[in-house]
C-alpha cells in the first residue's frame, strides 16, 4: 500500500476516454432512471402550470398503480433471465373472477381472483421449470389462453355496486390513495424478498448462473415455479385494484400491452434482461419516469405519438447503458 | 540490444497500467521478434493479462509507450490491434457455435460466386484444406458446437493466421487440449515461428514451455522479474523466479505443496463417507465403484473422456443414472438432487469454474454465502452478520485477494475465483469434497495455496476425491488412486505403486488387454 501511495499519480490526460466510458455507462445503468425522474420532475415545476397540484399527483400515481405492481413481479421474472407475457391476461382473469364471485363479498372475490392468478404463474412455472419450455414460448401461449378464459367467463363489460371493493379503488388514507399504499407495500415487501431472503438470493443467483445455482445445491425448478408464481398473484391483485378503481369488471381490455410496459419499467430501471440482477426501486422509478413523461408531454399538448417515440429514446438509451456495462 | 530492438514486431516499452487500489503493470518491457515463441509467464495478478490486453488493445497503458515494427502505436480498441496483425487466442473460444465450422473459419472473407452469393462448395473446400493443415479432419459443414474444444481451438487459430497475423498471443491454448491435440498445436506453433510470425505463449504448464518456447519473460507483482532465452534456464530456477522465493526454499518443498507423507486416517480400515456403487450410464459410466473413507485422498486418473468427471457428478447427483447408487454414512442417498447430496454433506467443486461455479453477476461474499445460505437464515430471513463474520473468516483463511467482500466475483484472477468456490463449499462443512481439476488454470502460488489446503482439509477428516489431469499433483496429493478408461474402473493404486510411471502403465495395459478381449470377441 506504501508503495501505491508513493508513486506519483499518472497524470490525468492519460485517462482516455476509453477508460471513463465504462463508468460512465454503470452511473447511467445505476442511477440514470432517477436522475431522469428528478430532471422531469424539475422540469414540470419551472414549466408546467398546476403540476404541483395534489390532485395532479393522486392522478399520476393512481394510473401508475397497476404498472407498478404488474413490473415487481416482472423483475423477478426478469431476474432469472425469463419473462412473463401473461400478466395482461391474468388481470383480466382476475377482472373475470372478481366480477363472478362479489356476490359472496368483495374479499372472497378478490381472494379467488389472486389464487386464480397463483395458477395461471404455476401454470407457466412449472412449464418453464420442470417440462423446460422458453419463458417467452411458455407465458405467450398462457397470454393468449388465459384472455379467452376470461373473455368466455365474462363476455362483456359488467359494472358492479359493491361498496367495499369501490371503496378499495377509490378511497384514501391521509390524502393517499389505498391502492397507491398498496402498491408501496407491495414495493417494499418484494424488496425485502430480493435483499434479505435465502429466496430472493438463491432468485438472483439462479439467473446468474443457473448450473452453479444447481450443483450448490439450490433446489433451482422450485425457486422458478414460485417466481412465476409471484408474477401471477402481482398480476391478479393488480387486475383487482384495477377493477375496483373502474368500477366495472372488463376482461376484453384491462391489463392489454401491459406486459409491455412491465417490460419497459424494468428495463428501463436498469435490470440486465441476461438475468443475475434485481433492482426493485429502479423498476418502480422505470414505471413512474414513463408515467410522468407521457404526462408532461401530454400537458404541453403533444400528440401521443411524440410520447411514444420520446419512451422509445430512453429504452433504447437504458439497454445500451446495460449492454455497454456487460461487455466491459 | 539495440539490434532487437530496431528488428521487434511488438515491443512494450516501460508501459504502466493503474486500476482503482493497485499497479496491474509498472514499467514493464518486453520485445517480441519475429519468429521467435516466447513465453509469458507468472502467478495470478501478476499482470499478464494486463499485458496482453494492452497488447491487444483492450486497456490503454497509463504510462510508457508500446511500439510496432518500430514506430509508437496506439491501438484503441482489439479491432485496431487486430488489423495491426496482432491476433490472440483466449482461453475461451470466441466463435459462432451455431454456425458451419468453415463459415467460422472463413467469416468475412468467405469466396464469393456471381451476385455475392457465398460460393459454397469453394468454402466447404477451402476450410477443409486449411483445417487439415492444422490436424483438423473433420466434416467442415458440421456446426462449430459439435467439435470438441480442441478442434475448436484450432479452428480459431488458424482463423487468426489466415488473417494475416504477424503476432500470435495464446492464453492457455492447451487448457483444454488432449495430449494428441497438444502435440499438433505444437507443430502449428512451429510452423509459424519458421514463416517469421511472433508468438507469445502464455502457459501455466511448464513442460510445455520448454518443448516448444524460445525466450521467456517472467512477470511478478507487474514487473519483469526476468527475460532470456529458456534453453539453460533451469526449471527450479524458473519457478523461484515466478514466486519470488529462493531456489533451495522450492527445492525442499518439491514440485507441488502436498506433504510427502499419507494422511494417517487412510491407513484406517474405517467405514467409507461416501461410497458409490455400480454408477452406470449409458455410454458413460459403466458400473464404477468408488469409496472415500474420512481423512483419505482419493485420486481418479485416466485420460479425457475416461468417465472422471462424470463419475464426480454422478456421485453428488448432477448426472441422471441407469443404474447404481451412491451411500454416505451406509445409508443411500436420494438420486439426482444435487440438494440431498449437499445436505448429506457431499459437495463437487465443477471442473468449469466459469460454467458450473461462480455466479458472475454476484460478489465475492454472495458467492462464498450461495449454498450455505439456508443454514445462515432464521425463517427465510438471511442474517447479513452472520454472513460476514463467515466470509471474513474464509477470506483470511484461504487468503482470497479482492479489494472487498462487495467486489464482484468475476473481477477476481482465476486462483482467487477458484478459493471463493472452496470457500464455498467448506462454508457448508462437506464430510466428503469432490475436487474436478481444483489447479487447473490458476497460477504457480494459488495452486500451492489450494494443493497445501486439500492437504490440510484431509488431516482434519475431510474425505476428498481428487480428479487431475496434472499427474504430479496427482501422485504427490492422492492416497490412492483409481485409474478409469471409458467409464470404467480398470486398476487401483495404492501405497508405494502410488507413481506417474505405474498410472500410466496401468491406462496403457488395460487398453492392450482390452483390445485383445475385443478381438477375441469379435472373432
Not at chain 2, 491407513?267 to 458409490?276: I, R, T
Amino acid at each position: 500500500m506504501t508503495e501505491l501511495t508513493s508513486k506519483p499519480a499518472p497524470p490525468s490526460g492519460a485517462r482516455s476516454m476509453a477508460d471513463l466510458k465504462p463508468r460512465i455507462f454503470a452511473w447511467v445503468q445505476d442511477y440514470g432512471v432517477y436522475a431522469a425522474v428528478l430532471a422531469l420532475l424539475l422540469f414540470n415545476v419551472l414549466f408546467t402550470p398546476h403540476f404541483l397540484d395534489a390532485s395532479n399527483f393522486r392522478t399520476q400515481f393512481v394510473q401508475v398503480t397497476p404498472i407498478v405492481i404488474v413490473s415487481l413481479g416482472m423483475a423477478l421474472v426478469i431476474g432469472t433471465q425469463g419473462i412473463d407475457l401473461s400478466v395482461g391476461s391474468v388481470m383480466a382473469l382476475a377482472a373475470a373472477l372478481v366480477a363472478l364471485y362479489l356476490g359472496y363479498g368483495a374479499l372472497p372475490a378478490l381472494i379467488v381472483a389472486v389464487i386464480g392468478g397463483a395458477v395461471v404463474g404455476a401454470a407457466g412455472g412449472a412449464l418453464v421449470s420442470y417440462v423446460g419450455v422458453q419463458p417467452i414460448v411458455a407465458t405467450l401461449a398462457l397470454l393468449v389462453g388465459v384472455r379467452g378464459i376470461a373473455n368466455v367467463l365474462v363476455p362483456q363489460l359488467v359494472e358492479f355496486r359493491n361498496p367495499e371493493l369501490i371503496a378499495l379503488g377509490s378511497s384514501s388514507v391521509a390524502g393517499i390513495p389505498v391502492i397507491v399504499l398498496i402498491a408501496a407495500a407491495l414495493t417494499l415487501i418484494v424488496l425485502f424478498v430480493v435483499r434479505r431472503t435465502t429466496f430472493g438470493r438463491q432468485v438472483v443467483a439462479i439467473g446468474g448462473n443457473r448450473s452453479a445455482s444447481e450443483l450448490s445445491g439450490l433446489p433451482v425448478k422450485r425457486v422458478l415455479l414460485i417466481v412465476y408464481v409471484i408474477s401471477g398473484l402481482l398480476a391478479a391483485l393488480a387486475g383487482v385494484l384495477a377493477t375496483a378503481r373502474l368500477q366495472a369488471s372488463d376482461p376484453t381490455s384491462l391489463g392489454l400491452f401491459i406486459e409491455l410496459s412491465a417490460i419497459t419499467a424494468v428495463v428501463v430501471g436498469g435490470t440486465p434482461l441476461t438475468g443475475g440482477r434485481i433492482r426493485v426501486l429502479s423498476t418502480v422509478m422505470g414505471a413512474l419516469l414513463m408515467q410522468l413523461l407521457a404526462a408532461t408531454l401530454i400537458k404541453h399538448n403533444l400528440p401521443q405519438s411524440w410520447t411514444q417515440m420520446v419512451q422509445a429514446v430512453i429504452i433504447l438509451a437504458a439497454v445500451y447503458a446495460t449492454r455497454e456495462r456487460a461487455n466491459r | 540490444m539495440r539490434r532487437t530492438e530496431l528488428a521487434a514486431v511488438l515491443e512494450a516499452k516501460g508501459i504502466s497500467k493503474r486500476f482503482p487500489g493497485v499497479l496491474a503493470l509498472d514499467g514493464v518491457h518486453l520485445a517480441l521478434l519475429p519468429g521467435e515463441v516466447h513465453a509469458l509467464v507468472g502467478e495470478n495478478g501478476a499482470g499478464k493479462s494486463t499485458l496482453i490486453k494492452v497488447f491487444t488493445g483492450v486497456y490503454h497503458p497509463d504510462g510508457g509507450e508500446l511500439r510496432h515494427h518500430g514506430a509508437p502505436a496506439a491501438f484503441g480498441t482489439p479491432l485496431d490491434a487486430q488489423r495491426a496483425g496482432i491476433s490472440t487466442i483466449y482461453q475461451e473460444v470466441n466463435l459462432v457455435p451455431m454456425m458451419s465450422v468453415a463459415r467460422n473459419l472463413l467469416l468475412g472473407r468467405e469466396p464469393r460466386g456471381r451476385f455475392g452469393v457465398i460460393d459454397a462448395t469453394k468454402m466447404y473446400a477451402e476450410a477443409a484444406r486449411v483445417l487439415s493443415g492444422y490436424g483438423v479432419e473433420t466434416d467442415v459443414r458440421r456446426p462449430l458446437r459439435t467439435l470438441g474444444i480442441g478442434a475448436q481451438q484450432m479452428v480459431a487459430l488458424a482463423r487468426a493466421v489466415a488473417v494475416d497475423a504477424r503476432v500470435v498471443i495464446m492464453d492457455e491454448p492447451t487448457s483444454s487440449l488432449e495430449p494428441r491435440e497438444v502435440e499438433t498445436l505444437f507443430g502449428v506453433i512451429r510452423r509459424l515461428r519458421d514463416e517469421g510470425i511472433a508468438v507469445m505463449y502464455v502457459s501455466h504448464r511448464l513442460d510445455e514451455l520448454y518443448q516448444v518456447c524460445d525466450r521467456v519473460t517472467v512477470l511478478r507483482d507487474g514487473r519483469v522479474a526476468h527475460t532470456g532465452p529458456l534453453a539453460g534456464l533451469d526449471r527450479l530456477k524458473l519457478i523461484s523466479l515466478m514466486l519470488g522465493r529462493e531456489l533451495n526454499e522450492v527445492k525442499a518443498d518439491g514440485l507441488t505443496r502436498f506433504s510427502r507423507d499419507r494422511h494417517r486416517a487412510a491407513d484406517g480400515q474405517g467405514p467409507p463417507a461416501v461410497e458409490a456403487r455400480g454408477l452406470t450410464r449409458r455410454h458413460v459410466l459403466d458400473g464404477i465403484d468408488v469409496s472415500v473413507r474420512p481423512g483419505e485422498v482419493v485420486g481418479l486418473g485416466g485420460l479425457l473422456g475416461a468417465g472422471r468427471t462424470e463419475t464426480a457428478k454422478a456421485i453428488v447427483g448432477a448426472m441422471p443414472l441407469d443404474g447404481g447408487q451412491v451411500l454416505v454414512a451406509g445409508l443411500p442417498l436420494r438420486g439426482g438432487s444435487t440438494t440431498a447430496a449437499i445436505r448429506a454433506g457431499v459437495s463437487l467443486l465443477p471442473e468449469d469454474r466459469k460454467a458450473e461455479g461462480i455466479v458472475p453477476t454476484l460478489s465475492v461474499r454472495e458467492n462464498i454465502a450461495l449454498a450455505a445460505l439456508p443454514a445462515l437464515a432464521r425463517a427465510g430471513v438471511v442474517s447479513d452478520a452472520k454472513i460476514d463474520r463467515m466470509v471474513e473468516i474464509f477470506m483470511r483463511r484461504l487468503r482470497i485477494k479482492a479489494a472487498s467482500p462487495n467486489q464482484l466475483v468475476s473481477e477476481l484472477s482465476g486462483g482467487n475465483q477458484q478459493k471463493v468456490l472452496l470457500a464455498r463449499w467448506l462454508a457448508v462443512r462437506p464430510k466428503v469434497l469432490l475436487l474436478d481439476e481444483p489447479t487447473r488454470g490458476i497460477d504457480v502460488g494459488a495452486k500451492a495455496e489450494v494443493q497445501a489446503l486439500i492437504d490440510e482439509l484431509a488431516e482434519e477428516g475431510l474425505g476428498v476425491l481428487l480428479i487431475s489431469s496434472d499427474l504430479e499433483e496427482l501422485v504427490e496429493g492422492a492416497d490412492r488412486i483409481l485409474v478409469l478408461r471409458e467409464g470404467a474402473v480398470v486398476g487401483e493404486l495404492t501405497g508405494d505403486e502410488v507413481t506417474e510411471e505405474r498410472i500410466m502403465a496401468t491406462i496403457a495395459d488395460d487398453r492392450a488387454h482390452l483390445d485383445g478381449d475385443d478381438r477375441g470377441a469379435v472373432r
